[in-house]
Nanobody, 117 residues
């Protein structure tokens, strides 16, 4: 099993910034190759990929966040941060930390991000 510690959500005005952080623990020590990142679920929609980064440093971004969000690995293994800039009201969602190995995918409980004036 994998446990998550997610932080950084909150309320921000349009054009503002937030940083989400996540640490995965539990069975993670077994795997040297993995992917971490963030998904989100906006009201009335299904969960969608926001950004991911592999243990080797390869990144992937959804088109709707390119140029605004930056994903990075933390200083310790199995940690990830998402710097979100120029936030828009349509970025309002629950953001879920994600951890994947070749065998399984895991998601955290989520943290709410609300972009509103």
């Amino acid at each position: 099993q994998v446990q998550f510690e997610e932080s950084g959500g909150g309320l921000v005005q349009p054009g503002g910034s937030l940083t989400l952080s996540c640490e995965a623990s539990g069975s993670t020590y077994i795997f040297s190759l993995y992917t971490m990142g963030w998904y989100r679920r906006t009201p009335g929609n299904q969960r969608e990929l926001v950004a991911t980064i592999t243990s080797e440093g390869a990144t992937e971004y959804a088109d709707f966040v390119k140029g605004r969000f930056v994903i990075s690995a933390g200083d310790t293994k199995h940690t990830v941060s998402l710097q979100m800039n120029n936030l828009k009201p349509e970025d309002t969602a629950i953001y879920f930390c994600y951890y994947a190995t070749r065998y399984n995918n895991y998601w955290g409980q989520g943290t709410q991000v609300t972009v509103s004036s």
